[in-house]
């Protein structure tokens, strides 16, 4: 088992930034992948970016967020990180970290991760 919790979210104006972090307990946390997830009202849940397992060596991105966002961990510290630059209103989301073991090219499928944490609220005002 992985407990996952979600913190940084809050309020921010558009062009602004922010970093949320994702805190595990459990397993050994550098034997999973780490993805970030969110989910905006009314929409499906959507894939941000992911980091490989291990060192971490591997990120993927969104085509929404390339460029603007950047997904780090710290193994030492059981943490991972994700930087919002530039902010967007369509940034506003609940955002959620999920660990898994994801198939070779499944890494932007919510179905691959076993381990969810509860979210925190991104709201970005224009």
């Known amino acids: 088992q992985v407990q996952l919790v979600e913190s940084g979210g809050g309020l921010v104006q558009a062009g602004g930034s922010l970093r949320l972090s994702c805190a595990a307990s459990g397993h050994t946390f550098s034997n999973y992948a780490v993805g970030w997830f969110r989910q905006a009202p009314g929409k499906e849940r959507e894939f941000v970016a992911q980091?490989?397992?291990?060192?971490?060596?591997?990120?993927y991105y969104a085509d929404s967020v390339k460029g603007r966002f950047t997904i780090s961990r710290d193994n030492a510290k059981n943490t991972v990180s994700l930087q919002m630059n530039n902010l967007k209103p369509e940034d506003t989301a609940v955002y959620y970290c999920?660990?898994?073991?994801?198939?070779?090219?499944?890494?932007?499928?919510?179905?691959?991760?076993?381990?969810w944490g509860q979210g925190t609220q991104l709201t970005v005002s224009s």
């Open positions: 999920a660990a898994g073991v994801p198939y070779s090219g499944s890494y932007y499928r919510d179905t691959s991760y076993a381990y």
């Open positions: 980091i490989s397992r291990g060192s971490g060596s591997t990120t």
